[in-house]
């Protein structure tokens, strides 16, 4: 028997269920509405992060949805999601890397600049700040705090855009030299203080000292 854990927003579950239709499986969902609940200590036992995904295969709980994908496609092998070239098959994930250590992370940071910036602002600071502390994932509550505080002018959105179109360039082969245009970085918000250095092959931000091209 499956059970997805999931929220209807999240990129990380929508994987998940992408899967799950391509594979004509079906599931039990317990729908989170990730504004608490997900540190529920009963939830906390099957997923240590407290986030979505979590997928329950009789009873065993599987996390990160990468490694969810990759496990529904061994345990319901067809119709395969993967390709049988091993140099695909390393492309692949490749890709889910990326999406995973950089890509997602750079979302939830803008989104929480812009989208669910105004709701959490109508919650007096202290109080939105002891709710994000919950998370297991310190970084994730300091990137969180900033980014409704600041909005775009948070120091971690410049980051997240440069990571996001640093990716994308690096995902699509088009960024050979690490740089980007300088109309990009026109566009990229103000407080450009890189805290991190990624460390992305082909990052785009001053972060890691690339040039940016006239
Ligand atoms: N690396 C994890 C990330 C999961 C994740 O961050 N999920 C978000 C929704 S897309 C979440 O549950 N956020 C709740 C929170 O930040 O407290 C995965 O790929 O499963």
Sequence with gaps: MLELYHSINSVCAQKIRLALVEKGLSCTEHLMKLNGDQFDPAYLKLNPNGVVPTLLHDGTAITES???LYYLDEV??????MPTDPVARAKVRQFNKLIDEYVHNSCMILTFATAFRPP???IPEAQRNAEFARSPIKKRVEYKADAVAHGLQS??????????ASS??????LCSEGRISRAMAIRSPRRLSFRTSCD???CACRGCGTTIRE
Excluded: K, N
């Excluded at 994308?168 to 082969?173: H, K, V």
């Design 76 to 81: 319901f092998p067809s119709p395969t999601l």
């Design 168 to 173: 994308w360039l690096g995902s699509m082969r």
């Design 120 to 122: 959490l602002l109508r």
């Design 155 to 164: 120091i971690y959105v410049a980051e997240a855009v440069c990571t996001i």
């Design 66 to 68: 990468s490694v969810i």
């Design 200 to 202: 992305l092959s082909c």
